[in-house]
């Protein structure tokens, strides 16, 4: 088991130095002049040409490149914002905890709705509450996420007053942004959810189970679920990876302090160290999440398990 | 060779049997058709222009002149709907189209030869994939610039890997049955192998993918325009509509309530169909 | 006819509908059929005959919807099946009737040990701690010839043959007093093949359970079976004493599945085969099912559902033509 682990872990590397590959490569090939834009317009050319030598700009990109990732990995420097002239990193950790914050939270409403909804589908298929569940399901992932944001301020915040529409801190303003995001999750759990619930429940061995007169509820609970549960978890993790993307737009709406706001905020003002930063270290969240994901997918099911005793 | 062609022309019947049989899939496909009426005919449906201003009717709910009402220009809401529809089906096919000939040659050629070149590839594709599809797209978007076609590009990358991995197992599935392997002892070439057998049988899911992924792709680019990438003002773009009314919203809330209507009956109806088709083409998945 | 009173199981003109897109599926139509006590009995078709059906609804699980049990008594030991209640329902499943199904890679449940599954049955019939239950389950698996120590592992980690064994050892953990196969070794190599046989016949003898063994293949009846009935589109045509039926075989259908065996004595060019295919079981032909096919088709065959006659103590046949035939002979 822990040789599997260890695998994994290591074939994490190449994934992350290959992401901060693209990062790089994207700030690199933006047009625009980076000492320009740090140094502003009135920057004599002296001056320029001093920033570019002591940044290391004339050099090689692969010179670049390999700066690049050494500071990362050593330093976890990965440049500095043109506007603020902080560092990226500092800017991103400070804002990042919120948005892992919400997606958290929205994760976990998304399972707490979307498994139990899927079951009762899959185990009522064809009833109403299925064909309800379903068409709620598609809309759910129809829905645009900015659209929800703003129908729920409309509703909630301005024409009933019952919650407020930005912050961040207390449980009441946590409440919309998470369910404008949790929303496309939850149907996706609940679509996955019922769809794995129906595969199982056909399979033969759960015919074996009935054979054996065990009473319907416990065929459902003890047999079906855990077989069913299992790529259920692995969706949960690239799901988490859509909230996080999702997160960059609902806190735009919600004047959410974290990494997506700043990151628009880093658009509008053409401040790209900062924009592919962000990406950087969501791009090394969710590879940790997904890494996490399957670390659990192997200890709980005893095939994948079995091949690494 | 003519028996295989007769089979899958029957089964094109039968799957067009099932899909018709799928009312919500119907639907989808209905309004999918009604929208691509609405993008080629605008200039006859709109009855304004989607950049003409008439300040002295701004901020207008809807009403007997301006169906939808007017924007803070005095811009038809309606009218800018209706261009935007060609707006979105532009992006979602062409991002789209993209992916799928990019991404399905990567994936045909992955499977196809094996070895170090599919290693390769489906590492780069594993490295696109960490990264959140919205992200990428951002990320590409932001160091393009702004413009329509860069959003397009951005949109189309970030959605290369889905198409690759479709190909590639589809590839890997048919590879090794008999079929080819008499179709290389006939001397096929491999190029000529690839587009006669393999890809006429991953053609399903492709279609499938395709059309989630359209709606996939229209629904980023709207959030893209919402966070100021891609679509330039006065472009009628849903999603730049929605974050221009979005601070008005308090007075003015059909500003952002259309345009974003618009976006979900347009994604609803590609995920319908969507979905309809895979059920149609996949059967046994469904009793 | 036998007294009724002596069966264990008695089957009464069952009739068991599937309703599909593609229509009605007329699985079993008007099936007769008993088993004595400590008997058992072949139940010999082609697939689709309806004979996994007729298993599923003595066990009262025919899936619902899209089946149905339209019409018909199941008698076991007193009791009509179909008329008890879900928990009475659920008390005979694997407490007094137990099946094994036909695949047995696809018949455990990949994340539970397989003690675990034996211990469960174990545990639903009987007034015992979980403990007592894997105790007895861990013995279960010995009695199957599997090592006690493997109580602990998964189904992936066990063979086919094995995993047969493994579903062997659940159905008779309780004692039942019947046990329903349906196919249990056709998805086996030969030679697993004749081990689980081999078992089976030690294990109905040590437990003088009565037996249905469900197959298509003429050979493992011959093995194992005392009685044997033939089924075709529905309904049983043929039934006898093993011995009785392989050497005196009547009803044309029967004949033609024997005359299909190779015989390695005999020099033959061609392959015997039962002309014509088996019928839409959305459109059964109507009277006789197998009239279309049968070489000794008279009109009346068309008309009316043939009744099972005694043509000797214990011989029944489903075809008049066939039977003034014999009768004719002497």
Avoid at chain 1, 212 to 221: A, D, H, T
Avoid at chain 1, 259 to 271: N, S, T, Y
Avoid at chain 3, 190 to 204: C, D, F, N
């Amino acid at each position: 088991m822990l040789k599997y682990i260890f695998k994994r872990i290591i074939s994490l590397i190449p994934v992350l130095i290959g992401v901060a590959f693209i990062v790089f490569s994207l700030l690199y090939f933006t047009p625009g002049d980076p000492a320009r834009m740090v140094l502003g317009d009135m920057a004599t050319e002296e001056a320029l040409q001093a920033f570019r030598e002591t940044e290391g700009l004339n050099d090689p990109f692969i010179v670049q490149f390999g700066r690049y990732l050494y500071k990362a990995t050593t330093q976890a420097d990965i440049g500095r914002s043109y506007v603020t002239k902080r560092a990226v990193t500092n800017e991103i950790m400070t804002v990042f905890p919120a948005t892992l914050k919400l997606a958290a939270f929205s994760m976990f409403l998304a399972v707490i709705f979307g498994i139990p909804f899927g079951i009762i589908s899959a185990i009522k298929q064809y009833s109403w509450f299925d064909s309800i569940t379903m068409i709620f399901a598609m809309i759910g992932i129809s829905m645009p996420v900015f659209w929800l944001g703003v129908l729920l301020i409309l509703f909630f915040s301005v024409r009933l007053n019952w919650l407020p529409s930005s912050g961040f801190g207390t449980f009441s303003a946590m409440i919309l942004p998470s369910i404008s995001l949790a929303a496309q999750g939850v149907a996706i759990v609940t679509r996955m959810t019922r769809s794995t619930m129906l595969e199982v429940i056909r399979q033969d061995y759960i015919r074996t189970v009935r054979a054996k007169g065990q009473k319907e509820s416990l065929v459902i609970w003890r047999h079906a679920l855990p077989n069913a549960l299992i790529p259920v978890i692995t969706i949960a993790g690239i799901q988490f990876g859509q909230l996080l993307g999702g997160a960059v737009l609902t806190e735009s709406i919600f004047s959410i302090p974290g990494v997506g706001r700043l990151m628009v905020e880093a658009i509008k003002m053409r401040d790209f160290p900062v924009v592919q930063g962000g990406v950087l270290y969501i791009a090394v969240a969710f590879s940790l999440v997904n890494l996490l994901v399957d670390l659990i997918y192997a200890w709980i099911d005893p095939r994948i398990k079995a091949q690494y005793r | 060779m003519s028996q295989m062609k007769k089979r899958k022309m029957g089964n094109f019947g039968e799957i067009m049997r099932r899909l018709k049989k799928n009312r919500l899939a119907m639907f989808g496909l209905t309004i999918v058709v009604l929208l691509f009426i609405t993008a080629l005919f605008a200039d006859f449906i709109a009855p304004y222009s989607y950049a003409k201003q008439h300040l002295s009717d701004a901020f207008q709910a809807p009403n007997s002149k301006y169906i939808l009402g007017t924007d803070e220009f005095g811009r038809d809401i309606f009218s800018r709907i209706v261009y935007g529809s060609r707006i979105s089906l532009q992006v979602g096919f062409i991002a789209v189209g993209l992916a799928v000939v990019v991404g399905g040659f990567l994936g045909a050629v992955s499977g196809f030869y094996g070895g170090k070149i599919d290693n390769l590839i489906m590492r780069a594709m594993d490295i696109l994939l960490s990264i959140p599809q919205i992200l990428l797209a951002i990320a590409i978007a932001a160091s393009l610039g702004p413009g329509l076609f860069n959003l397009m590009i951005a949109v189309g990358i970030s959605s290369i890997p889905s198409y690759a991995r479709i190909v590639r197992s589809a590839v890997l599935s048919i590879r090794n049955q008999e079929f080819v392997e008499a179709a290389k002892a006939m001397g096929s070439s491999d190029f000529r192998i690839i587009m006669k057998h393999i890809l006429p049988n991953s053609m399903a899911p492709i279609i499938v993918q395709a059309t989630l992924g359209v709606a996939f792709a229209i629904l980023t680019a709207a959030g893209l325009s919402f966070i100021g990438l891609g679509i330039q003002p006065p472009m009628p773009e849903w999603g730049a509509m929605l974050s221009g009314g979005r601070g008005y919203i308090r007075d003015y809330p059909y500003m952002t309530l259309f345009p974003g209507l618009a976006i979900m009956i347009t994604i609803l109806a590609l995920n319908f169909l969507g979905d309809g088709l895979r059920d149609a083409l996949d059967p046994k998945l469904k009793r | 006819m036998t007294e009724k009173k002596d069966f264990l199981l008695d089957i009464q003109n069952l009739t068991v509908h599937y309703e599909t897109d593609s229509g009605v599926v007329h699985a079993v139509e008007g099936l007769n059929l008993q088993l004595g006590h400590g008997e058992s009995l072949g139940f010999v078709g082609e697939t689709g005959a309806g004979k996994t059906t007729t298993a599923l609804a003595i066990m009262q699980l025919i899936p619902n919807p899209p089946g149905k049990i339209l019409n018909g008594n199941i008698i076991f030991d007193g009791q009509n099946l179909n008329t008890l209640n879900e928990e009475e329902k659920r008390h005979i499943r694997g407490g007094k009737i137990a099946m094994i199904f036909q695949d047995p890679m696809t018949s455990l449940n990949p994340v539970i040990p397989v003690g675990e599954q034996i211990a469960e049955m174990i545990e639903l019939h009987q007034n015992v701690t979980k403990d007592e239950a894997f105790k007895k389950a861990v013995q279960m698996l010995e009695l199957v010839g599997i090592r006690p120590e493997r109580a602990k592992d998964f189904p992936h980690q066990f063979s086919g043959g094995m995993r047969q064994r493994v579903v062997i050892a659940i159905a008779l953990a309780c004692d039942p007093t019947l046990l329903i196969a349906d196919e249990p070794t056709t998805a086996l190599d030969v030679t697993i093949q004749a081990q689980v046989l081999e078992l089976m016949k030690e294990l109905k003898k040590e437990f003088n359970t009565s037996m249905i063994m469900i197959t298509h293949d003429l050979g493992v009846v011959a093995e194992i079976c005392d009685k044997v009935a033939i089924m075709y589109a529905g309904s049983v045509v043929e039934y006898a004493d093993t011995r009785v039926l392989y050497t005196n075989p009547l009803h044309p259908y029967t004949n033609g599945l024997f005359n299909s065996i190779p015989d390695l004595d005999e020099d033959e060019e061609e392959l015997k085969v039962i002309q014509g295919l088996m019928p839409d079981p959305t459109n059964l032909p109507s009277g006789c099912t197998f009239h279309p096919r049968c070489p000794l088709a008279q009109p009346e065959c068309s008309q009316k559902k043939p009744e099972m006659i005694e043509i000797e103590p214990g011989h029944f046949v489903a075809c008049p033509v066939c039977c003034n035939a014999f009768v004719k002979k002497g």
